[in-house]
Structure formats: C-alpha cells, structure tokens
C-alpha cells in the first residue's frame, strides 16, 4: 500500500470535474475510490478528464472509479452518446435455448465493458443477483434476470464474465438479497420475514453459486430471523455468518448507498457501524464537501485484509480480461 494511509470509503462528487477544494480535501484524506453518476457524466473527454483528475489528486494508479451501469433503468451515461442497453431480465425475454441466453447476456455485458474500460471505469455494480419476485416492489423488478436460483447464477456469471474479459472488475449484488422488498430501501427499511432455511434455498442461493466473484455490494434490508436488530449492510451476524461463511464469499464487500433512508443514525455513525461489522468499504455517494469532511474524521485506514481483497479483485480481472 502506499504510504499516505488509504481510507476504506467511496466517495460521490457533485459535477463534472473537481473542484479546487474538494481536489485539496482528496489530496489530504486519499479515499479509496470514487464513484460516477449522471451528475459527473456529459460527453467522453470530460469523463476522462474527470477520471485523470480523480487518479492526479489521490496521487494513486489503483484508485477504484465506480459506476452503475446496469442496463434498462439503471444506466449513468448519458444517452443518444453512449448506446441504451437492455435491463438484465429484456436479455432473458429474448428467448432461445439457455447457452443462445448466456451467449447474449455475455455479449452485452462485454460491449458495455469496453465502453467503460475506455472511459477509464475500472469497476461496475452489476451484475443484479436478487430473485425476480412477481409481488414485491419494483426497485428491483426487470433488474433482475429470473425468479429461479440457477437461473440467476447463470446469467448473472455470464454478466461477470462479459464484464471481466472487457476488463471491469463486476460486483455482485445485492448480498445476501435484495428481490423480495416490499418497500423501496431508498425511502424505508424493508423487512423480509422468512426463515434462514427458505432464505437459503432462495434468494440467498445464486450469491452461494457466485461467492467466488471479486466485489459484492450489500443490502439495506432487514431479516428478522437472522437479526432482530440490524439491516444486513450493518449487522455483524449477516455479514459474518451468511454473506462470508454460508455464502462463502471472500471478495471485497462495499456497501450500497449508506444515504437511503432504510438506514437510521447519523452519517458517521452508518460508516462507522458498517465497517466495524465487517465491510470493507463504506460507500458515500453524494453530499456537500463539509458531510465528506465529517465522514472520515475519525475513520481508520483501510486494514490489511480489505487491501489484500482489493489487490486479489486486480489480480482476478487481469488474468480475465481478453486482449
């Protein structure tokens, strides 16, 4: 690692380039990443002028420079510029035999990788991992590529795969499951009753048959029967238990957006809180200068194990990416 400590958190800018202050905070504070939205996004020169100044000012090559770039409703970049790709669940609707299914799920995920690769975009949040669940809410809905645990494996590993040979680090979500919210997590807590055991066999099932996937993104949801208290983005028992033994994934774990209104306490203490149970990144997507200011004011570096998690995603995508 370099010598300057490193800081295990995401951070999200308000336009399309750096501005003087937030450049000297960055200088100071060396986050781990950043992450794009339609905000920062106009036309490709600015986007690489933007990435250039992201690496200039953390004075690091290994920055992570994040998207969401889904597909269908979830996509940053600015269209008639960038070409409109499908959402995950249109790709499976297209129909044929399940290897035509993969083939093209591939396809689209590699030519949206490139895009990205070019960009100077080194990690995606794709592929959806969550069950299509007919009567749950429509936050995740066509996001999702099927209602079947195998089903979803499949296309979401062909996903990951278009994605790494492009040369973009995928990361699974949303860790252990996100499908079956009744409520949107961006204005309430969603609570899935369940048991552990239907869990397992369901929702949690395509993140068990992908654990081995370099980056994976939590949820904001509550499980009561796993813990009372705590959704599983903040809760020690989820992430340890599930997400990191049942589940068996060893990746680097980053947080969804910690500004959704399913989550409650203070900024710095939802930080705080989500890295103390055992993610490794916090992600702080958006806000003034002064709330990043607060974010790390009493934030340690990133540990060992995190950075090690993040070399070995490098290391992973590398050895994937096709020349």
């Not at 796993?226 to 903040?234: N, R, S």
């Not at 969804?256 to 809180?273: A, W, Y």
């Amino acid at each position: 690692m370099d010598q300057k400590p490193v800081l295990p958190i995401i951070f999200g800018i308000p336009g399309l380039e750096v501005e003087k202050e937030w450049a000297d905070f960055f200088r100071r504070v060396s986050p781990f990443g950043f992450i794009l939205f339609a905000r920062n996004l106009k036309e490709p020169k600015q986007i690489k002028r933007l990435v250039y100044q992201f690496h200039e000012v953390c004075d690091r090559d290994d920055l992570a420079i994040l998207i969401d770039e889904e597909g269908g409703r979830v996509q940053r970049l600015p269209q008639p510029k960038w070409k409109r790709y499908p959402s995950a669940r249109s790709l499976v609707e297209e129909g044929g035999s399940e290897e035509i299914i993969q083939q093209r799920i591939h396809q689209n995920y590699w030519h949206l990788g490139k895009g990205l690769k070019e960009l100077g975009i080194t990690v995606n949040a794709a592929p959806v991992a969550d069950l299509l669940i007919p009567e749950a809410h429509e936050v995740i809905g066509d996001r999702a590529f099927a209602s079947d645990p195998k089903d979803v494996a499949k296309f979401a590993r062909a996903c990951a795969t278009g994605l790494s040979e492009a040369g973009v680090i995928p990361t699974v979500k949303h860790l252990p499951g996100y499908g079956r919210a009744l409520v949107d997590p961006h204005e309430e807590l969603p609570i899935v009753r369940e048991t552990k055991d239907f869990l397992k066999k369901s929702d949690f099932q395509p993140f068990k048959m992908l654990s081995d996937l370099p980056w994976g993104m939590t949820s904001h949801l509550l499980f009561p029967e796993l813990d009372e208290k705590w959704p599983a983005t903040l809760s020690n028992k989820i992430i340890s238990e599930i997400i990191r033994d049942w589940i068996g994934f060893k990746g680097v774990l980053v947080t969804d957006c910690l500004f959704m209104k399913s989550l409650s306490g203070t900024m710095p203490e939802r930080i705080n809180r989500c890295l103390e149970v055992g993610c490794d990144l916090a992600l702080h997507s958006h806000g003034e200068l002064a709330d990043l200011e607060q974010a790390v004011l009493e934030m340690q570096p990133i540990s060992d194990l995190s950075w090690d998690r993040w070399e070995r995603s490098q290391e992973w995508v590398s050895e994937k990416t096709v020349h």
